[in-house]
């Protein structure tokens, strides 16, 4: 007979200080991860693609989403990074073109630990876009122009040491959860298999204590001699 290990002893008070323990590590983590981690800023700057006086306005917003896809390339190919003092490598890695879908707008957002150098690399690229279609007005019939220079953030864009904190709680707790959720279930199949063994044992000894067919035989009377 197979015994049920009781609910209680699967549900003891020091497997649920597992739960608060994962939410501590992982509210420490990362908070020290918010508090180590270097603040980055975001600076944006606006371009708008316009057609030429003899092209089709319905052109200007193909010619945005070429732009916007090769933006990095023409501005390493230009001078973008001597205008804003960094690398071609840090050039690629640190800025980001978007496009809209309807509106032929390009948006070159540049991310650096320097306020100021966000805004130099989001400007160059965006000179950098005005200078190259200028060259090739004369082929694509469109240019682009400065909609908007990039102004210097105030606030880093990367996360805070207490928003780290929380977030790094948040995934404690949660694997925290998810360890109690599978370790009971280990824990009671391994103790319905030691439950097993025992009952396994006991139904062993009875079969061996059972009597043999010989036993009856020897009780039966013998017969009258004749």
Same mark, same amino acid.
Do not use: E
């Given at each position: 007979m197979t015994t049920t290990p009781p609910r209680s002893s699967l549900l003891t008070p020091a497997r649920w200080m597992v739960l608060p323990a994962a939410v501590l590590a992982g509210a420490v983590l990362g908070g020290g991860y918010g508090a180590l981690k270097t603040p980055e800023y975001a600076a944006t700057s606006y371009v708008i693609v316009v057609p030429g006086e003899k092209s089709d306005p319905s052109a200007a917003l193909g010619f945005a989403?070429?732009?916007?896809?090769?933006?990095? =390339?023409?501005?390493? $190919?230009? =001078?973008?990074?001597?205008?804003?003092?960094?690398?071609? =490598? $840090?050039?690629?890695?640190?800025?980001?073109?978007?496009? #809209? +879908? =309807?509106?032929?707008?390009? #948006?070159? %957002?540049?991310? #650096?630990?320097?306020?100021?150098?966000?805004?130099?690399?989001?400007? !160059?690229?965006?000179?950098?876009?005005?200078?190259?279609? %200028?060259?090739?007005?004369?082929?694509?019939?469109?240019?682009?122009?400065?909609?908007?220079?990039?102004?210097? +953030?105030?606030?880093?864009?990367?996360?805070?040491?207490?928003? #780290?904190?929380?977030?790094?709680?948040?995934?404690?707790?949660?694997?925290? !959860?998810?360890?109690?959720?599978?370790?009971p279930k280990r824990t009671a199949r391994a103790e319905a298999r030691h439950s097993r063994q025992p009952a396994a044992a006991a139904a062993t000894g009875s079969a061996a204590q059972v009597p043999g067919p010989a036993g009856a035989a020897a009780q039966q009377p013998e017969p009258e001699a004749v």
């Open positions: 989403q070429a732009y916007g896809r090769v933006a990095t =390339d023409i501005a390493v $190919t230009g =001078d973008a990074q001597v205008w804003a003092g960094v690398s071609a =490598d $840090t050039l690629r890695q640190s800025v980001q073109a978007s496009t #809209s +879908p =309807d509106a032929p707008m390009i #948006s070159i %957002t540049a991310r #650096s630990a320097k306020p100021a150098t966000a805004v130099s690399m989001a400007d !160059g690229v965006a000179r950098a876009l005005v200078t190259n279609s %200028t060259h090739v007005a004369a082929n694509t019939g469109v240019k682009v122009v400065q909609f908007s220079r990039a102004t210097k +953030p105030q606030q880093p864009v990367s996360p805070s040491a207490p928003l #780290s904190a929380l977030v790094g709680g948040c995934a404690g707790g949660l694997l925290g !959860g998810l360890a109690l959720l599978v370790r």
